[in-house]
């Protein structure tokens, strides 16, 4: 059976961490364990996972990784850690110090997803931020929403020493049937070769009742212009759980590249994802 690395899995507990974010989400307020996981991938061959920040409060940043490196000694699952940190702040690096000293932090995530402004990425604040990432040997999180692309090109053009993961394909807004212009704007991006991207997080960003062949244009165009070797799969639980269970979304990812050598899945599913993030 293929081997699989989910490289965007979330873990969160809420009376031990403050998510702001979740106010509205009522099905996502509530603990979700490393067992929860487990129960959650079933019979898929997920080997391990990369944890994605969780997007905390800024105060609970170094809080998060101290209670995901506990569970990731005792649970075996979790192979790397992307972490949280305000990089736009001035007083960011102190941040970054102390989450690189965890073997497990191999990135950084800062969202423009629910930020309003979509020029966040192209802030010479942000910009500065994630250049100080080079100094670590940390790479950056890029979760960025459809309109907020023409910036985070930007972001990318202006840091080429950083390797880059997309989160979420882009944030395609599927559920409106809109291609373009996230089609162009993803082209430009896997331009350059710094830059990969996880096939995570478009179940949520689909039409209600969404169907495989629904997302397979835009699966399939991401195909295009990474080609297998700069794809990464990601299953966005338990967000996902919005709009489909683990294995709904894995069956139609898997259903998008049935064309794909064994070598090629082999990639997507699990190698990429070993190199990029050091595992």
């Known amino acids: 059976m293929q081997k699989i690395i989910d490289t965007h899995q979330h873990l969160w507990d ?3 961490l403050e998510y702001p974010w979740l106010d509205g989400f ?10 929860d996981y487990r129960n959650a991938i079933g019979d898929i061959n997920v080997v391990k996972s990369v944890h994605v920040e969780g997007d905390p409060a800024e105060t609970d940043v170094i809080k998060e990784v101290e209670w995901l490196t506990q569970i990731a000694e005792t649970d075996g699952m979790i192979g ?5 940190a305000p990089l736009e702040k001035p007083d960011v690096e102190t941040t ?3 989450l690189a000293a965890y073997s497990l932090v191999v ?13 966040f990425y192209a802030t010479s604040e942000l910009i500065n931020g994630v250049r100080l990432l080079a100094k670590y040997n940390l790479s950056f999180e890029l979760c960025a929403k459809h309109d907020q692309l023409p910036a985070a090109i930007m972001l990318v053009e202006a840091t080429p020493n950083i390797m880059h993961a997309v989160n979420h ?12 212009p996230w089609a162009t704007h993803m082209k430009k991006l896997a331009a350059f070769q710094n830059v990969y991207c996880k096939v995570s997080g478009i179940v949520s960003v689909a039409s209600e009742n969404w169907s495989a062949a629904e997302l397979k244009p835009y699966i399939q165009h991401l195909v295009e212009i990474f080609g297998y070797n700069r ?12 709009a489909a269970n683990y294995s709904e979304w894995f ?14 899945k082999n990639r997507l599913f699990y190698q990429n994802a070993l190199d990029f993030y050091r595992m």
Not at 112 to 117: S, T
Not at 169 to 180: A, L, V, Y
Not at 233 to 242: A, H, I, K, N
Request: with cysteine; charged share 25%.
């Open 80 to 84: 790397a850690i992307a972490a949280a």
């Open 96 to 98: 970054l110090e102390k």
């Open 169 to 180: 394909c882009g944030g395609p807004n599927i559920k409106d049937d809109e291609f373009e």
């Open 14 to 16: 809420t009376s031990n």
């Open 231 to 242: 794809l990464m799969f990601g299953s966005d639980w338990p967000v996902c759980t919005l």
């Open 26 to 35: 009522d099905l996502l307020q509530q603990k979700y364990t490393s067992q």
């Open 107 to 119: 990135g950084i995530r800062r969202m423009a997803w629910h930020n309003p402004d979509n020029e």
């Open 251 to 264: 069956e139609a990812l898997l259903s998008a590249v049935d064309d794909a050598s064994d070598a090629e």
